[in-house]
């Protein structure tokens, strides 16, 4: 009788033993059902022994094996395997949740068998009127494909009853391609557009043929630093291009599907004769499903999806795409906090292939790491597009200016301006970063923490000020330690009256304020973007949402408010993400003919991050950030993790963090271990929440030292307290 070690989906780092009859070591990474107490439960089959640790007859036996899909490969155990070491996360869970959702159920999955037949540049091209006029059904079908892009067994039989006959012959002519399917997979509708395909620029073809072959056969990590408007998406596309045809996969991540629907039109029209699935939060269970399983046959060659499709099971996988490398979305924030660009070059670098990471504003590990030769630096540095040139930035400085609403009059002159001349403009609201510190108006000093350096923030209720970072505490000073002036200002206002104010200051612009809340509905999203494009808008205001990849081409302004909060905040990548962000705005405007400008309100207008804006300069900005980053013992230099707790009551979470800081203090590894502090947002959800930084210069010490803490926590965590760890946190 076999022993089989299965991974369950409960919140313990182990394998659990099962007698399974006939189960197999060909059967590792399937699942089976299970008795777990007086549950069933859904596991994979992990090891399959011949003997236990335990009393063999007190095994239960495995109540049923799902061959209903081909189990997990070994490459996806070994990834899944990794993060669960990595993120210190128990590996049932891990692998269970990378599932999509109808997998983890007790129902098996019925699986159907059909024929699907995609059109080929070669059927494109076939001239309908060149096919004989008798040749009825030879031409409805060509007319259907070509109309269609693909269809399924099911529509082509419906076309005639030959018709299946005569896709069958296309595929002999080489017209058309055919794929076996799994599932009720209907193929996107989109008519085809032989999308013309743009001349190379110099950049682009250098960064196109550094990932050719031979760079194609080995690991390797290409950062495509281009500027906004680069065309890197085309990059892309050519570097895809090099390997679909050989029957290969490419793996492409963005940040949030939802945001960028434009780059999934354009991967459709280029690659009309590939089969391209998507995989994201957006789609129900059975879309999700069948996406997953083509992706797991390898019929789906071109895999576009958010993070959660980083732990797609791709056969044939041979190039991995992270576009918007730097942004924060890919990163988890509860449960398995992991990180799928960090995991997408794991990924690449056990399946010996590269990854290109795309951005015009790399993050700063990654431009680190390409400074010290880890990673390929490529730089695009010119607008692709002849008419295209790029927005000019200008600080207001809100010092000299009276405020109307939080508004200055410059830009109110300038919104006036475009709505003369029936322009839009674009007023982004930075909301990142708040945290409320205070600052002297009359010397720019403002509350640092003299023990490491990040920003103090005001905790008006007790008259302190603390630090988030390192839980240092002083009293809020009564006056500017710099210059003595006592009329110390809170930095970063609320901002949610600025759709009001620009409705009042023009009562017949038409003002459409965009962002989370008002993009909640289904198609709304979609909706407010034609709207703009059909210059339905006059005024958009927004958050980060607008920022990101859209083209308006009757766009020639942009104003950022509310962005001083971010200059000096607790949070130390506070500036940096300001900086992606003011770019990928600015970037907005002026796509098409017209030149834009980007007018900036903010008390501190020769901050560096500025003068990087200004001269639309990511690299000596990057610089700047890396050279404080050095000195601040902030990572890419420094490893940090940090223990997050939360409780009913504040002393409950911060007790346990001081015990847990006492586990720590005794293990043998070199960490610094800073005091518990109160999370910067303490109460959230009626529960009070604090964490506990650790930090090391060696990641291979940092993470033999997690292993035995996350070990040895457990033994302290009394109570109504709820923990977990966060490996390479983004935000505290
Ligand atoms: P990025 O992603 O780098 O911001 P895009 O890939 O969106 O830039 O490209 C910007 C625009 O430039 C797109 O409209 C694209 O079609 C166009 N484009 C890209 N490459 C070229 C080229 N070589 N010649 C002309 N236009 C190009
Ligand atoms: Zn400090
Ligand atoms: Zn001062």
Same mark, same amino acid.
């Given at each position: 009788?076999?022993?089989?070690?299965?991974?369950?989906?409960?919140?313990?780092?182990?394998?659990?033993?099962?007698?399974?009859?006939?189960?197999?070591?060909?059967?590792?990474?399937?699942?089976?059902?299970?008795?777990?107490?007086?549950?069933?439960?859904?596991?994979?089959?992990?090891?399959?022994?011949?003997?236990?640790?335990?009393?063999?007859?007190?095994?239960?036996?495995?109540?049923?094996?799902?061959?209903?899909?081909?189990?997990?490969?070994?490459?996806?155990?070994?990834?899944?395997?990794?993060?669960?070491?990595?993120?210190?996360?128990?590996?049932?869970?891990?692998?269970?949740?990378?599932?999509?959702?109808?997998?983890?159920?007790?129902?098996?999955?019925?699986?159907?068998?059909?024929?699907?037949?995609?059109?080929?540049?070669?059927?494109?091209?076939?001239?309908?009127?060149?096919?004989?006029?008798?040749?009825?059904?030879?031409?409805?079908?060509?007319?259907?494909?070509?109309?269609?892009?693909?269809?399924?067994?099911?529509?082509?039989?419906?076309?005639?009853?030959?018709?299946?006959?005569?896709?069958?012959?296309?595929?002999?002519?080489?017209?058309?391609?055919?794929?076996?399917?799994?599932?009720?997979?209907?193929?996107?509708?989109?008519?085809?557009?032989?999308?013309?395909?743009?001349?190379?620029?110099?950049?682009?073809?250098?960064?196109?043929?550094?990932?050719?072959?031979?760079?194609?056969?080995?690991?390797?990590?290409?950062?495509?630093?281009?500027?906004?408007?680069?065309?890197?998406?085309?990059?892309?596309?050519?570097?895809?291009?090099?390997?679909?045809?050989?029957?290969?996969?490419?793996?492409?991540?963005?940040?949030?599907?939802?945001?960028?629907?434009?780059?999934?039109?354009?991967?459709?029209?280029?690659?009309?004769?590939?089969?391209?699935?998507?995989?994201?939060?957006?789609?129900?269970?059975?879309?999700?499903?069948?996406?997953?399983?083509?992706?797991?046959?390898?019929?789906?060659?071109?895999?576009?999806?958010?993070?959660?499709?980083?732990?797609?099971?791709?056969?044939?996988?041979?190039?991995?795409?992270?576009?918007?490398?730097?942004?924060?979305?890919?990163?988890?924030?509860?449960?398995?906090?992991?990180?799928?660009?960090?995991?997408?070059?794991?990924?690449?670098?056990?399946?010996?292939?590269?990854?290109?990471?795309?951005?015009?504003?790399?993050?700063?590990?990654?431009?680190?790491?390409?400074?010290?030769?880890?990673?390929?630096?490529?730089?695009?540095?010119?607008?692709?597009?002849?008419?295209?040139?790029?927005?000019?930035?200008?600080?207001?400085?809100?010092?000299?200016?009276?405020?109307?609403?939080?508004?200055?009059?410059?830009?109110?002159?300038?919104?006036?301006?475009?709505?003369?001349?029936?322009?839009?403009?674009?007023?982004?609201?930075?909301?990142?970063?708040?945290?409320?510190?205070?600052?002297?108006?009359?010397?720019?000093?403002?509350?640092?923490?003299?023990?490491?350096?990040?920003?103090?923030?005001?905790?008006?209720?007790?008259?302190?000020?603390?630090?988030?970072?390192?839980?240092?505490?002083? $009293?809020?000073?009564?006056?500017?330690?710099?210059?003595?002036?006592?009329?110390?200002?809170?930095?970063?206002?609320?901002?949610?009256?600025?759709?009001?104010?620009?409705?009042?200051?023009?009562?017949?612009?038409?003002?459409?304020?965009?962002?989370?809340?008002?993009?909640?509905?289904?198609?709304?999203?979609?909706?407010?973007?034609?709207?703009?494009?059909?210059?339905?808008?006059?005024?958009?205001?927004?958050?980060?949402?607008?920022?990101?990849?859209?083209?308006?081409?009757?766009?020639?302004?942009?104003?950022?408010?509310?962005?001083?909060?971010?200059?000096?905040?607790?949070?130390?990548?506070?500036?940096?993400?300001?900086?992606?962000?003011?770019?990928?705005?600015?970037?907005?405007?002026?796509?098409?003919?017209?030149?834009?400008?980007?007018?900036?309100?903010?008390?501190?207008?020769?901050?560096?991050?500025?003068?990087?804006?200004?001269?639309?300069?990511?690299?000596?900005?990057?610089?700047?950030?890396?050279?404080?980053?050095?000195?601040?013992?902030?990572?890419?230099?420094?490893?940090?993790?940090?223990?997050?707790?939360?409780?009913?009551?504040?002393?409950?979470?911060?007790?346990?963090?001081?015990?847990?800081?006492?586990?720590?203090?005794?293990?043998?590894?070199?960490?610094?271990?800073?005091?518990?502090?109160?999370?910067?947002?303490?109460?959230?959800?009626?529960?009070?929440?604090?964490?506990?930084?650790?930090?090391?210069?060696?990641?291979?010490?940092?993470?033999?030292?997690? $292993?035995?803490?996350?070990?040895?926590?457990?033994?302290?965590?009394?109570?109504?307290?709820?923990?977990?760890?966060?490996?390479?946190?983004?935000?505290?």
């Amino acid at each position: 009788m076999n022993v089989v070690q299965v991974a369950l989906d409960i919140p313990l780092n182990r394998l659990f033993d099962y007698l399974g009859d006939g189960i197999t070591q060909d059967d590792i990474g399937t699942r089976v059902l299970v008795p777990f107490g007086n549950r069933r439960l859904v596991g994979i089959v992990i090891a399959v022994n011949t003997e236990t640790n335990f009393a063999i007859e007190r095994l239960k036996s495995v109540l049923h094996i799902y061959r209903d899909i081909p189990p997990l490969s070994a490459e996806s155990l070994n990834l899944l395997q990794f993060c669960s070491d990595y993120y210190c996360h128990p590996f049932g869970e891990v692998i269970m949740n990378a599932l999509p959702t109808r997998m983890r159920r007790t129902l098996p999955i019925p699986v159907k068998k059909y024929s699907r037949f995609c059109i080929t540049q070669a059927g494109l091209q076939v001239n309908l009127s060149s096919l004989p006029s008798r040749a009825i059904v030879k031409r409805r079908v060509l007319q259907t494909l070509q109309e269609n892009n693909a269809l399924d067994q099911g529509e082509v039989t419906t076309l005639s009853p030959t018709a299946l006959k005569t896709m069958r012959e296309f595929v002999v002519h080489g017209w058309a391609s055919e794929l076996e399917s799994t599932g009720v997979f209907t193929p996107p509708k989109t008519s085809v557009t032989t999308s013309s395909r743009p001349l190379l620029n110099e950049d682009q073809q250098l960064a196109v043929t550094a990932i050719s072959e031979p760079a194609l056969q080995t690991f390797q990590v290409i950062l495509l630093n281009g500027i906004t408007g680069s065309g890197k998406t085309e990059v892309y596309l050519h570097a895809i291009e090099n390997i679909i045809h050989h029957g290969r996969q490419a793996l492409v991540l963005v940040p949030e599907i939802n945001l960028t629907p434009q780059l999934e039109s354009v991967f459709r029209a280029r690659f009309s004769d590939i089969c391209l699935v998507s995989l994201h939060s957006g789609l129900n269970e059975t879309e999700r499903l069948q996406n997953w399983l083509l992706a797991q046959k390898g019929e789906a060659k071109i895999i576009l999806g958010t993070r959660l499709a980083i732990f797609t099971p791709l056969p044939a996988l041979k190039i991995i795409i992270v576009d918007e490398e730097h942004d924060s979305s890919f990163k988890q924030q509860e449960g398995l906090r992991y990180s799928a660009r960090d995991v997408a070059v794991i990924r690449a670098k056990q399946n010996n292939i590269p990854i290109v990471l795309g951005s015009a504003t790399p993050s700063l590990e990654s431009f680190y790491n390409a400074k010290t030769g880890r990673y390929q630096l490529l730089t695009l540095s010119t607008r692709a597009s002849m008419n295209a040139v790029l927005p000019e930035i200008r600080c207001i400085d809100t010092r000299r200016q009276k405020l109307q609403e939080g508004i200055s009059d410059p830009l109110i002159q300038a919104i006036r301006n475009r709505l003369a001349r029936k322009e839009q403009s674009l007023i982004f609201l930075n909301r990142r970063g708040y945290s409320p510190a205070i600052y002297c108006p009359e010397c720019a000093w403002h509350s640092a923490c003299n023990r490491c350096s990040s920003t103090l923030v005001l905790h008006l209720a007790e008259r302190k000020l603390r630090c988030h970072h390192c839980g240092h505490e002083e $009293k809020t000073p009564l006056a500017c330690p710099t210059c003595g002036n006592p009329d110390l200002k809170p930095l970063g206002q609320g901002t949610q009256r600025v759709e009001t104010a620009l409705a009042a200051q023009f009562p017949d612009a038409r003002v459409l304020r965009i962002d989370r809340d008002s993009t909640r509905r289904k198609h709304a999203w979609k909706e407010m973007l034609q709207q703009v494009r059909d210059e339905e808008v006059d005024i958009l205001v927004g958050t980060q949402m607008l920022a990101k990849g859209h083209d308006f081409p009757k766009l020639t302004l942009v104003g950022a408010l509310n962005v001083d909060s971010a200059l000096y905040s607790a949070d130390f990548r506070a500036s940096e993400r300001l900086f992606a962000q003011l770019i990928q705005v600015a970037g907005r405007a002026g796509r098409a003919a017209i030149p834009g400008e980007v007018l900036i309100q903010t008390q501190f207008p020769d901050h560096p991050l500025f003068e990087g804006l200004r001269k639309h300069d990511y690299t000596a900005f990057a610089h700047t950030l890396l050279t404080e980053r050095e000195q601040a013992g902030f990572p890419p230099f420094m490893f940090q993790a940090l223990l997050r707790a939360e409780a009913p009551q504040l002393e409950t979470a911060l007790n346990f963090l001081a015990q847990a800081a006492h586990l720590a203090a005794d293990l043998p590894h070199p960490v610094t271990v800073y005091d518990p502090v109160p999370a910067p947002m303490a109460r959230l959800a009626g529960k009070e929440r604090a964490h506990l930084l650790v930090q090391s210069q060696s990641r291979g010490a940092m993470q033999s030292f997690l $292993k035995l803490w996350n070990e040895a926590i457990p033994k302290v965590a009394k109570g109504k307290v709820r923990w977990s760890l966060d490996v390479d946190p983004l935000e505290f």
